[in-house]
């Protein structure tokens, strides 16, 4: 039974880094799950600064869409495979929707895509890293597709962290295991 660990953050807090890092250490065969698509040149450096982190062993697989399967196949060769990042993957699938006015719907699609993801994760003989962000921390967004996001995102967040053996919160750059401190309770 594969583990899971989750490290989540804020944006630019060092997450991906912390991740990365952990995986170099600990994987002998690592692989990279990328759910990023370069639509403009912000992601394209975004996209660039990651690459040049990551050593040239590990094999990276694209996958924007899903993700399962692609971490099927890594869980086949690597006892590592880096999730980079959940909120992408969540950001993919509304993205990729005809309309989002269907909570309902949306909801039940990252509740089918998580449970998939989660459920190759603890297949694999291996450790899975998934990378995901904090979003939750704002403002309430004024329209209905960022608001539909952050939820979406804070749920997954939520199924991720009780999925996992480890939990890790990145605040400027130092990792917390969070998952230790918490309490012990069933809401």
């Known amino acids: 039974m594969g583990q899971i660990i989750l490290v989540t953050g804020g944006a630019r807090s060092g997450k991906s ?7 170099a250490k600990y994987g002998k065969q690592v692989g990279y799950i990328a759910t990023a698509e370069i639509y403009d040149a912000e992601m394209e450096f975004r996209v660039k600064l990651h690459r040049q982190r990551r050593p040239a062993s590990w094999q990276t697989y694209e996958a924007p869409f899903d993700a399962h399967a692609a971490l099927e196949k890594a869980g086949k060769v690597c006892d590592m495979v880096l999730f ?4 992408l993957y969540v950001s993919n699938l509304l ?3 005809p309309s989002i006015d269907d909570s309902d719907y949306n909801y039940a699609l990252a509740k089918e895509k998580m ?11 291996g450790t899975t890293i998934f990378v995901s962000n904090e ?50 309770w069933e809401a």
Request: aromatic share 6%; with cysteine; charged share 25%.
């Open 135 to 184: 979003v939750g921390g704002g403002i309430v967004p004024e329209n209905h597709l960022s608001r539909e996001y952050r939820d979406i995102a804070g749920i997954v967040n939520q199924w991720a962290a009780k999925a996992a053996d480890k939990v890790y919160l990145v605040v400027c750059g130092l990792p917390v295991d969070i998952k230790k401190l918490a309490e012990n």
């Open 17 to 23: 880094r912390f991740a990365e890092t952990y995986a």
């Open 115 to 125: 449970d998939r993801l989660l459920a190759q994760a603890k297949k694999n003989p």
């Open 95 to 97: 993205c990729s929707l």
């Open 84 to 87: 980079d990042c959940l909120t």
